[in-house]
């Protein structure tokens, strides 16, 4: 089927029209969709994230929580080796024993200190005393002697 010689000058008409048209319509589109929704082109995602840092440091043997799960503030995320922990509390351990038992052997020590102490200030009250009776006797044989009664050589 021919097409009629007037609608053949005019075929080239209407389909540029209907291509422009076409165009216009399609940029209407695309701008008012540019202007409902933000677009980016850095590929970045908005999120939620939180830095978390252990109390003490280990290496981690356990995770406990999964990916994504919401968490609370204080609960358990992980459990660490602790056997660094249990030698340090050995040693620590072990030097409170070395600590306590040379706290007790001072302990012994003040108490024979002292013992020798009073032994000593036994020693020095026996030897007050002792001189004290001898300054007594030599001067009761001192009084006898001047009355005669002992000879002059007990005086001395």
């Known amino acids: 089927m021919a097409l009629p010689a007037p609608l053949k000058k005019r075929l080239p008409l209407i389909v540029a029209s209907v291509v422009g048209l076409g165009l216009v319509v399609g940029g209407v589109v695309w701008w008012q969709g540019k202007q409902r929704w933000e677009g980016?082109?850095?590929?970045f995602v908005q999120a939620d994230t939180v830095a978390v840092s252990p109390r003490i440091g280990g290496e981690v043997v356990?995770?406990?929580v999964k990916d994504n799960q919401r968490v609370e503030a204080g609960q358990v995320l992980v459990r660490l080796d602790d056997a660094d922990a249990r030698d340090a509390l050995a040693q620590a351990q072990a030097n409170l024993?070395?600590?306590t038992a040379a706290?007790?052997?001072?302990?012994?020590r003040t108490e024979q200190e002292q013992?020798?102490?009073?032994?000593?200030a036994a020693a020095v009250t026996q030897a007050q005393a002792q001189a004290n009776?001898?300054?007594?006797?030599?001067d009761r044989y001192g009084k006898l002697a001047d009355?005669?009664?002992v000879s002059q050589d007990r005086k001395s």
């Open 40 to 43: 980016t082109d850095n590929a």
């Open 62 to 64: 356990e995770v406990l």
């Open 147 to 149: 009355q005669g009664w």
């Open 97 to 99: 024993a070395a600590l």
């Open 133 to 138: 009776l001898a300054r007594a006797e030599v």
């Open 103 to 108: 706290v007790a052997n001072v302990d012994a």
């Open 115 to 120: 013992a020798t102490i009073a032994a000593r």
